[in-house]
């Protein structure tokens, strides 16, 4: 997008958007044959992949095989050529999970989930000439369309009110059809380094014309309110908070005052479960060392490149979050942990300014080695 600033104030969560490219993605960007690549040469199983055609998904007896792995028998193994021959014959290969596989694509997605604040996923669909692979529909979350090589058709409908707000854990709700919809409000080519922009709940329909298409599908998970207001007060009652455990007034006629009960709801708990669930489906923002490198309180280190997500105070407890994992530590540490992400270039933990004894300094600063956060240079 040109303008991310103004994109995110004015369309994220709200309207369709056409963004053209400039001639296809950056060099040293993911490609189709790369996909193809580690699609087909590492053994690849379900749910990594699924071939579509013409709306509907192809059974895994057409493309999977039996495998043994020591004692066990796999029976969602990929099979290379038949799966080749079904795309021949115009089936849609869809790549799902791709930040869990692919380094360049897993940074992709942490960073856009860092901007966002919501989890991320990337999915490709190679296309065949002349296919449709799903049929009308519409997402239950956001989607980024980058179009990588060749070209696709899409069309995008205005929501309507009973696909604008879906709840996918409600009841099933039917698809839109075209005679429900009518004109679509846009009809565009994508082609290589074009994005395109779907709220959730927006109708549209993608097929492939005079050649063949490689696009990917970078979806936002983002969580409805309702959950976060859930988990908010499923934590309170938990934590058996007098006010949400009480009866509610006899004869309550008139509207209910629901200040007090509102005022029981930690904000940090949810701004806490909503990045717990974001990183569910992010890959690991750091590695932990093989071999930890040996650290005195002299030894210059540094913060390891990546991000460090959340400082929260907890019962006389301090949490660290690493994205897919966190670390805990005793409250006398969250100085020492909050000047060392403070910390721009080397430094040694004798330098740091905060109120730690040399040998707890010593313990932080070798756990955070452990860790991965920190490196001697």
Request: include cysteine; aromatic fraction near 6%.
């Amino acid at each position: 997008m040109p303008d991310p600033e103004s994109f995110v104030r004015d369309d994220l969560f709200r309207s369709a958007v056409w963004s053209p490219g400039e001639g296809g993605p950056r060099p040293g960007f993911v490609t189709s044959a790369e996909l193809w690549s580690g699609a087909l040469e590492r053994g690849l199983r379900q749910p990594g992949f699924r071939l579509v055609r013409d709306g509907t998904t192809l059974s895994t007896r057409d493309t999977c095989r039996t495998a043994g792995v020591g004692h066990r028998t796999l029976d969602d193994v990929i099979q290379p050529n038949r799966v080749l021959e079904l795309h021949a014959a115009g089936a849609t290969m869809v790549l799902q999970g791709l930040q869990l596989s692919d380094p360049r694509l897993a940074r992709l997605a942490n960073n856009l989930a860092l901007d966002l604040g919501h989890a991320v996923q990337v999915n490709a669909y190679l296309s065949p000439v002349a296919a449709k692979g799903l049929e009308l529909h519409f997402d239950f979350h956001d989607v980024f369309v980058l179009q990588l090589d060749g070209c696709k058709r899409w069309r995008v409908w205005e929501p309507l009110a009973r696909t604008l707000q879906p709840v996918r854990s409600g009841p099933k709700e039917a698809m839109p059809t075209f005679d429900e919809l009518g004109e679509p409000a846009m009809d565009l080519t994508l082609r290589a380094g074009d994005c395109l922009y779907l709220p959730r709940g927006f109708p549209h329909a993608a097929e492939t014309v005079d050649a063949a298409s490689s696009h990917l599908t970078i979806g936002v998970m983002a969580p409805a309110w309702h959950q976060a207001v859930r988990h908010a007060v499923d934590e309170a009652i938990a934590a058996r908070t007098g006010t949400l455990r009480a009866s509610i007034p006899a004869d309550l006629t008139g509207a209910p005052d629901l200040a007090d009960v509102a005022a029981h709801l930690d904000p940090s708990s949810m701004q806490r479960w909503m990045t717990q669930e974001m990183w569910t489906r992010q890959p690991a923002t750091r590695l932990r060392p093989l071999l930890p490198a040996p650290i005195e309180l002299t030894t210059p280190v540094t913060v390891t490149p990546g991000p460090l997500l959340w400082l929260f105070p907890s019962d006389g407890l301090v949490e660290l979050g690493l994205g897919d994992r966190s670390l805990t530590m005793p409250a006398e540490a969250g100085p020492l942990l909050a000047a060392v992400l403070r910390s721009d270039g080397p430094f040694t933990l004798a330098d740091l300014d905060v109120a730690l004894d040399d040998d707890s300094r010593l313990v932080v600063g070798r756990r955070l080695v452990v860790e991965g956060v920190v490196t001697p240079v």
